[in-house]
C-alpha cells in the first residue's frame, strides 16, 4: 500500500505489489514494482520544495522516470525532460496537461512553474540512525526554517518495499507549511538494515525508536510530536501511540478490521461494482478465504484447499473479475508454486490482527482520513466502528473523502474500468498539517464529511482558505 505520496497509475494494492515480485521470483514474469522503485539512482538536484511567487508550495519529488511535482492543494503531475524543458501529465494519467516546468542551476535553487517563479525553501535538515531491536535503522528530521516551535510527525510507511526517505514527499510538504517531519525507512529497505517484514508488533517498536530519534534531533523546537501512518501503517500507527507518549495519531486509508477482513471486503466491493449480486459474491469471498489461509499461515498449508475452490468456480463466467487486496495474485498459482514461494517469502503478516481492542484503548487524539471509494481498502465497515468507537467518546476525529481512492486520491474511470488517479483530494495535506500543529481545524476541508460534522471553526479565519 502507498504512502501519501506514491498512488499508482491505476488502482495500487500493497500486498498484491510484493505478492507480485513473489511470482516474478518464481518466474512467472510478473514485475516486482517495489524493486524497480527501490533501483531509482540518487536523487536528482531539481528535488525540494518551493515557493512560488503567490505563495503556493510546490514539492519535486523523484519518481520512476522522471519527477513529480505536487501542490499543497493536492493538484499533481509527473514531469518528463524533453530537451532543455520539462513537461507534465495531468496527476498519474499519461496525458499532457499543458503545464511547463523549468529549473535553474542546482546551485541557484529556483523554477518556473507554468509562468511563476519559485524558490527552493531552505528546510533545515539532519540524518541519523537509530537502534531497533539491535538492528539500525536510517533516518531524517526535516524542520522548517527558522527556530520558531513546531510540531513534529513521524512519518511511518504502507507495505511497500521502496525508501521513504526517497520518496515520501510529506517529509518536505508538511515542514514548507510549518510543520516539521521525521521520515525513516523502514527494516529491511533503503539503507536500513534488517529483512523486510509485515509484523505489526516489531514495526510498532521501530515506530517508537524513531520516535526518540526524532525527539532527540529536534530538542526543545519541538512542542508536539505524532505518528502519521498510511494505509498499513494504520494498523501499526495505533499500535506505536500506545507505547509511547504522543499527542496525536493521524491514519491515512487505514482500516479498523483485519487484513484478512480487507480482502474479503475488497472482493465484495469490487464484484459490486461490477454489477454482482449477493450469491456470486459469495462464491468469490470463498476463494479468497481459501486464498488467506495459504497466505496467513506463512505458506505452510491450505494448498490443496485452495486449489479445489479455486478450481470449483474457474470456468464461472465472473472467475475472471475476482481480484481482492491479494486473492487475485494467487489465482494463476498452483500447490507446488505456493509451495515454493513459502520457501522464501514469509513477511509475518498478521492476517487475522484485531485493531479494535488497542482503538478502544488508546487515549491519544486521533484523526482518520479514509476515501470511500477506497477499493483497495473499502471503508464503509471502518467508518461504522469508528463511529461506533466517537459515539463512545473515543478521541477520534473522522474524514471521509466521498469521492477518494486509496492514495487520498481522485480519479477518473477508463473505459476498460481500471482508474487513473489525477489529483489528490483537495485539502487533504491541509488537514494532515492543521491536526499534527495544533488539533485544531477549520470548518471546511475540500469535500471532507466529518464524522461527526464539525459545528464551528477551531482556528482563525485567516488560516482557514475557503474550500
Not at 235 to 249: G, T
Not at 267 to 276: C, N, P, T
Request: proline content about 7%; aromatic content about 8%; overall charge positive.
Amino acid at each position: 500500500m502507498p504512502t501519501a505520496g506514491k498512488p499508482p497509475t491505476q488502482r495500487f494494492r500493497g500486498l498484491q505489489v510484493l505478492l507480485a515480485g513473489l511470482l516474478a521470483a518464481l518466474g512467472l514474469n510478473l514485475a516486482l514494482a517495489a524493486t524497480a522503485a527501490a533501483a531509482q539512482p540518487a536523487a536528482p538536484c531539481q528535488v525540494g520544495a518551493y515557493r512560488l511567487a503567490d505563495g503556493q508550495v510546490v514539492d519535486v519529488g523523484p519518481t520512476d522516470g522522471g519527477l513529480r511535482w505536487r501542490r499543497f492543494d493536492g493538484a499533481t503531475g509527473k514531469l518528463t525532460a524533453t530537451g532543455g524543458a520539462w513537461t507534465s501529465t495531468l496527476g498519474w494519467t499519461d496525458r499532457p496537461d499543458g503545464l511547463k516546468v523549468g529549473f535553474g542551476s542546482c546551485a541557484a535553487g529556483t523554477l518556473d512553474f507554468a509562468g511563476q517563479p519559485g524558490r527552493r525553501i531552505p528546510l533545515v535538515s539532519r540524518e541519523t540512525s537509530f537502534v531497533s531491536h539491535g538492528m539500525t535503522l536510517k533516518g531524517r528530521l526535516v524542520l522548517p526554517p527558522g527556530r520558531a516551535p513546531v510540531a513534529v510527525v513521524v512519518l511511518l510507511q504502507g507495505s511497500e518495499m521502496s525508501s521513504a526517505r526517497d520518496f515520501d514527499p510529506l517529509q518536505r510538504l508538511l515542514p514548507a507549511a510549518g510543520v516539521g517531519a521525521f521520515v525513516y525507512d523502514k527494516r529491511g529497505t533503503g539503507a536500513s538494515g534488517g529483512e523486510y517484514t509485515q509484523d505489526f508488533d516489531l514495526l510498532a517498536d521501530d515506530a517508537v525508536a524513531a520516535l526518540a530519534a526524532a525527539r532527540r534531533l529536534a530538542g526543545p523546537r519541538a512542542t508536539r510530536f505524532g505518528f502519521q501512518g498510511p494505509s498499513q501503517g494504520g494498523w501499526v500507527a495505533p499500535m506505536a501511540a500506545a507505547r509511547s507518549a504522543v499527542d496525536f495519531v493521524i491514519v491515512s486509508f487505514g482500516l479498523a478490521v483485519s487484513v484478512a477482513q480487507e480482502d474479503q471486503e475488497a472482493i465484495a466491493f469490487q464484484m459490486r461494482l461490477k454489477g454482482y449480486g449477493p450469491q456470486v459474491i459469495a462464491k468469490a469471498q470463498r476463494i479468497g478465504a481459501a486464498a488467506a489461509t495459504v497466505f496467513g499461515s506463512g505458506f505452510t498449508r491450505g494448498f490443496e484447499r485452495f486449489e479445489a475452490v479455486r478450481d470449483q468456480y474457474r470456468a464461472e463466467p465472473w472467475f475472471k473479475d475476482v481480484q481482492g487486496n491479494f486473492t487475485h495474485v494467487f489465482l494463476g498459482m498452483s500447490a507446488q508454486d505456493l509451495r515454493s514461494a513459502g520457501a522464501k517469502y514469509r513477511w509475518g503478516t498478521p492476517l487475522d490482527y484485531d485493531p479494535m481492542p488497542t482503538l478502544e484503548r488508546l487515549a491519544t487524539p486521533q484523526l482518520w482520513i479514509l476515501g470511500g471509494l477506497d477499493i483497495d481498502a473499502p471503508s464503509a465497515e471502518t467508518v461504522r466502528r469508528l463511529d461506533g468507537l466517537i459515539a463512545r467518546r473515543r478521541p477520534i476525529t473522522l474524514a471521509v473523502y466521498p469521492g477518494a481512492e486509496h492514495g487520498m486520491t481522485e480519479f477518473e474511470t477508463r473505459p476498460d474500468g481500471e482508474r487513473a488517479s489525477t489529483r489528490y483530494a483537495a485539502g487533504y495535506f491541509r488537514l494532515m498539517r492543521d491536526f499534527a500543529r495544533d488539533g485544531r481545524l477549520c470548518p471546511r476541508y475540500g469535500a471532507a464529511q466529518f464524522h461527526p460534522a464539525l459545528t464551528s471553526a477551531a482556528r482563525r479565519p485567516a488560516d482557514c482558505p475557503r474550500g
